[in-house]
């Protein structure tokens, strides 16, 4: 099993910051790539950022593109969702997920039943 633990959300006005932390434990060596996604209010759960975790390729929602950078530290099995410029649209709970399958560089993997493990989520509420 891997545990997944969320942590960095808060409270920020438009325009401001944040980096969110997502921590994994347990049977890690299955990691074969992490994502965010994000759920508002009466809305669905939608995707964010993803990364690979070998060699680390990234693929970004359209709407966060040059806004959200995602990262991981491979040593403390660690990825990070950095938000700059955020807006009021932003506002939601911010899940991180791993993926415990193969999968190749070029796809996507934008959807939930893409990953495996998901953590308790993360409020991020971006005030006009």
């Known amino acids: 099993q891997v545990q997944l633990v969320e942590s960095g959300g808060g409270l920020v006005q438009a325009g401001d910051s944040l980096r969110l932390s997502c921590a994994a434990s347990g049977r890690t060596f299955s990691n074969y790539a992490m994502g965010w996604f994000r759920q508002a209010p009466g809305k669905e759960r939608e995707f964010v950022a993803r990364i690979k975790w070998s060699g680390g390729y990234t693929y970004y929602l359209d709407s966060v593109k040059g806004r959200f950078t995602i990262s991981r530290d491979n040593a403390k099995n660690t990825v990070y969702l950095q938000m700059n410029s955020l807006k009021p649209e932003d506002t939601a709970v911010y899940y991180c997920?791993?993926?415990?399958?193969?999968?190749?560089?070029?796809?996507?993997?934008?959807?939930?039943?893409?990953?495996?493990?998901w953590g308790q989520g993360t409020q991020v509420t971006v005030s006009s």
């Open positions: 997920a791993l993926r415990g399958r193969p999968m190749s560089t070029s796809y996507s993997a934008t959807y939930s039943t893409d990953y495996d493990y």
